[in-house]
């Protein structure tokens, strides 16, 4: 397969450099003609004649040769340039509710997830992943429509999609991912859970298949076994004459979190911890405690039911870790891992006990937040706390395989990051929930203001990230949050965001 790959790519660099090579011929054409009509601009004559003289090619000979330098340009022309350039192929693996701090390589004692151990730490970490938020309860669906679309869910709120509310979903005309990849040269594979996502861009993707039932592969005790299989599937079965762009979009480790009890086996019970910024019940009315996360534990939360959550998440993220695993098992064996960059990233995290919360329906890092790896060609290791949101992937992966970053939308692409050519990205965050709920986040701090209840809270990201110690009425403090209004205002209005923010009084 490796060698019709490699046959196929040298026919297209065949046709490439005929085309360049007519190209030129023409031109020379095209210029001795100029010279010709226009011999008294010595200037012209001058810039061209050296070279173009001492060709081969005389004047009349290329004025012979056009209908033929036409039509060998069109035959060569026949593939479009950026399909000629060998570009990695890109797997990227997405999970659904899985927390950035749930890694093994990256510090957690009780998780086993030696298929991501391997990415980090061989490729790099980006520890300040964010989902911008959501305009729905279930935050997967403006999560994943953002990432694939490279846009704030503000920018579609007037969208009346065929089936669905207004403002739910992205439209599917681009620039979206599986057309800029497309674009590009890729054969564009999705796989994915079926509820809650980006359906309209999805349909872009070549392939374009779906679990027939989220729940039940949930439950099936193999989390993550479906779409891998499937993906394994499609690798063997492919022609190989493109690269390929897959896009697994996995439902798991959402709940409900069923594992094989082999998995249940080897997770260590006793090491089970609550979360440090655990708490019986959030402190204040945050304007969704009723919402169906945060109805899968009675409150006050039980610690014993929250450590038996945390006993399912990590051996669901085993087996999906597992089965990840074999995805790229099957590329190492068909010789193509050392071609394909990996991205992993999840739609967003899960407060599973933290700050008294279950769901994704909070500004808390531990909902936002995003697990972020990327390995492959050209990826080097290492880590970074630059500032970013899951729709910069989209342009981030554009650059990364040398097509162009789309225009004209939000996302921007961190590459640079990743080269280590800067440390930084973007200035600061905007975060958003609902009407109830918007965060800024900067690199030094974090300001949630709940507008409904009229509640702030400022966090010191630096001394406190688990975000336990409100400094809001701390008097010191009084310029570092108007500073953050003001920050939070600006990027409201850059994103089209129109919630009053009933922001206390200075
Ligand atoms: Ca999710």
Same mark, same amino acid.
């Given at each position: 397969?490796?060698?019709?790959?490699?046959?196929?790519?040298?026919?297209?660099?065949?046709?490439?450099?005929?085309?360049?090579?007519?190209?030129?011929?023409?031109?020379?054409?095209?210029?001795?003609?100029?010279?010709?009509?226009?011999?008294?601009?010595?200037?012209?004559?001058?810039?061209?004649?050296?070279?173009?003289?001492?060709?081969?090619?005389?004047?009349?000979?290329?004025?012979?040769?056009?209908?033929?330098?036409?039509?060998?340009?069109?035959?060569?022309?026949?593939?479009?340039?950026?399909?000629?350039?060998?570009?990695?192929?890109?797997?990227?693996?997405?999970?659904?509710?899985?927390?950035?701090?749930?890694?093994?390589?990256?510090?957690?004692?009780?998780?086993?997830?030696?298929?991501?151990?391997?990415?980090?730490?061989?490729?790099?970490?980006?520890?300040?992943?964010?989902?911008?938020?959501?305009?729905?309860?279930?935050?997967?669906?403006?999560?994943? %429509?953002?990432?694939?679309?490279?846009?704030?869910?503000?920018?579609?709120?007037?969208?009346?999609?065929?089936?669905?509310?207004?403002?739910?979903?992205?439209?599917?005309?681009?620039?979206?991912?599986?057309?800029?990849?497309?674009?590009?040269?890729?054969?564009?594979?999705?796989?994915?859970?079926?509820?809650?996502?980006?359906?309209?861009?999805?349909?872009?993707?070549?392939?374009?298949?779906?679990?027939?039932?989220?729940?039940?592969?949930?439950?099936?005790?193999?989390?993550?076994?479906?779409?891998?299989?499937?993906?394994?599937?499609?690798?063997?079965?492919?022609? %190989?004459?493109?690269?390929?762009?897959?896009?697994?979009?996995?439902?798991?480790?959402?709940?409900?979190?069923?594992?094989?009890?082999?998995?249940?086996?080897?997770?260590?019970?006793?090491?089970?911890?609550?979360?440090?910024?655990?708490?019986?019940?959030?402190?204040?009315?945050?304007?969704?405690?009723?919402?169906?996360?945060?109805?899968?534990?009675?409150?006050?939360?039980?610690?014993?039911?929250?450590?038996?959550?945390?006993?399912?998440?990590?051996?669901?993220?085993?087996?999906?870790?597992?089965?990840?695993?074999?995805?790229?098992?099957?590329?190492?064996?068909?010789?193509?891992?050392?071609?394909?960059?990996?991205?992993?990233?999840?739609?967003?995290?899960?407060?599973?006990?933290? $700050?008294?919360?279950?769901?994704?329906?909070?500004?808390?890092?531990?909902?936002?937040?995003?697990?972020?790896?990327?390995?492959?060609?050209?990826?080097?290791?290492?880590?970074?706390?630059?500032?970013?949101?899951?729709?910069?992937?989209?342009?981030?992966?554009?650059?990364?395989?040398?097509?162009?970053?789309?225009?004209?939308?939000?996302?921007?692409?961190?590459?640079?990051?990743?080269?280590?050519?800067?440390?930084?990205?973007?200035?600061?965050?905007?975060?958003?929930?609902?009407?109830?709920?918007?965060?800024?986040?900067?690199? $030094?701090?974090?300001?949630?203001?709940?507008?409904?209840?009229?509640?702030?809270?400022?966090?010191?990201?630096?001394?406190?990230?688990?975000?336990?110690?409100?400094?809001?009425?701390?008097?010191?403090?009084?310029?570092?949050?108007?500073?953050?209004?003001?920050?939070?205002?600006?990027?409201?209005?850059?994103?089209?965001?129109?919630?009053?923010?009933?922001?206390?009084? %200075?």
């Amino acid at each position: 397969m490796d060698l019709i790959r490699r046959n196929g790519l040298n026919s297209m660099y065949i046709r490439r450099v005929v085309y360049n090579q007519a190209k030129k011929v023409l031109r020379f054409k095209m210029i001795s003609d100029r010279i010709r009509l226009d011999d008294t601009s010595n200037k012209q004559a001058e810039r061209f004649s050296p070279e173009m003289i001492s060709s081969t090619m005389t004047k009349s000979l290329a004025g012979k040769l056009v209908p033929a330098i036409l039509i060998v340009m069109a035959w060569a022309w026949e593939l479009p340039a950026e399909a000629v350039a060998p570009r990695p192929n890109v797997l990227f693996l997405f999970a659904d509710d899985m927390r950035a701090d749930t890694i093994a390589a990256l510090g957690d004692k009780v998780a086993k997830t030696p298929t991501l151990d391997a990415l980090v730490q061989r490729g790099f970490t980006m520890k300040n992943a964010y989902c911008m938020g959501g305009n729905s309860g279930a935050v997967c669906t403006p999560s994943r %429509n953002m990432m694939l679309s490279g846009n704030a869910y503000f920018r579609w709120k007037d969208f009346k999609p065929p089936q669905g509310q207004k403002g739910a979903i992205s439209p599917g005309d681009g620039p979206n991912f599986p057309l800029s990849m497309a674009a590009a040269g890729y054969e564009t594979f999705h796989h994915g859970k079926r509820g809650n996502t980006a359906p309209l861009i999805q349909a872009k993707f070549e392939h374009n298949k779906y679990l027939e039932n989220d729940q039940t592969e949930r439950k099936t005790g193999e989390p993550g076994k479906v779409i891998a299989d499937s993906a394994i599937d499609f690798l063997k079965t492919r022609s %190989n004459q493109k690269p390929f762009f897959m896009y697994l979009a996995f439902g798991n480790p959402h709940d409900p979190r069923v594992a094989d009890k082999k998995y249940l086996d080897q997770i260590d019970a006793s090491k089970i911890e609550l979360p440090a910024n655990f708490l019986p019940q959030h402190p204040f009315d945050n304007g969704d405690l009723k919402v169906r996360d945060e109805q899968l534990a009675p409150t006050p939360r039980p610690p014993d039911v929250i450590k038996q959550q945390w006993h399912e998440y990590y051996a669901v993220q085993m087996a999906f870790d597992h089965h990840m695993g074999r995805i790229l098992d099957h590329l190492k064996a068909s010789d193509q891992l050392d071609n394909t960059l990996i991205v992993f990233s999840a739609d967003q995290g899960v407060a599973l006990g933290s $700050h008294g919360l279950l769901g994704k329906q909070n500004l808390y890092d531990p909902s936002m937040k995003s697990p972020l790896i990327f390995a492959g060609p050209g990826v080097p290791k290492g880590q970074s706390d630059a500032l970013l949101y899951l729709f910069d992937i989209y342009p981030t992966v554009c650059e990364l395989v040398g097509s162009e970053a789309p225009k004209g939308i939000d996302g921007r692409s961190f590459a640079s990051v990743i080269s280590g050519k800067s440390t930084k990205h973007r200035e600061a965050l905007l975060l958003a929930y609902l009407k109830v709920q918007r965060a800024v986040v900067t690199p $030094h701090d974090k300001l949630i203001q709940y507008p409904k209840v009229r509640i702030t809270q400022l966090f010191n990201r630096k001394t406190d990230p688990l975000e336990m110690k409100n400094l809001f009425e701390d008097p010191d403090e009084f310029d570092r949050w108007q500073d953050l209004f003001r920050k939070m205002e600006d990027l409201q209005d850059k994103f089209g965001d129109d919630l009053p923010l009933n922001r206390p009084m %200075n």
